[in-house]
């Protein structure tokens, strides 16, 4: 081997998070502290969607509940609220719902994070749309 042909080899193994093992001959070897598994991330991507269908309820339900009377004295908690004490109120219990669901089903997993924070955000935009005024009257054909 000639000294360019090592050196190009060095710069390979410390691009790729490895250092040489001398025993071995041109062989390598992780790195420490360079993870070499998957790290289970079921739970954050639970935490995550759960948060994308919490955002998603309180669009629905603040359509639903400005759509009906009936709906809407059903999400009455609190009078001087209104409305808005039960909407708030159940998709606060619908995100920590699915969030256990979620957390219980991917808990020991590793699941494609990408689509995971795609759908989020896709119910994250839809949960906006359903409580702007213009998308809700649209919807309720005023």
Known sequence: ??????????????????????????????????????????????????????????????????????????FTFYKPTGPLSGVTTSAIVVWLLSWFVLSRQWGKTSVTLGRVIFASFVLLALGVLLTFPPIMDLLQGK
Do not use: W, Y
């Open 1 to 74: 081997m000639n000294p360019t042909e090592t050196r190009e080899s060095a710069q390979r193994t410390a691009d790729l998070g490895r250092r040489p093992d001398p025993s071995s001959r041109g062989l390598t070897q992780p790195a420490r502290g360079v993870a070499t598994e998957s790290v289970d991330n079921g739970p954050a991507a639970a935490a995550i969607l759960a948060a994308g269908i919490g955002c998603f309820a309180v669009g629905l339900f603040a359509l639903a509940g400005d759509a009906s009377k009936a709906i809407a004295h059903f």
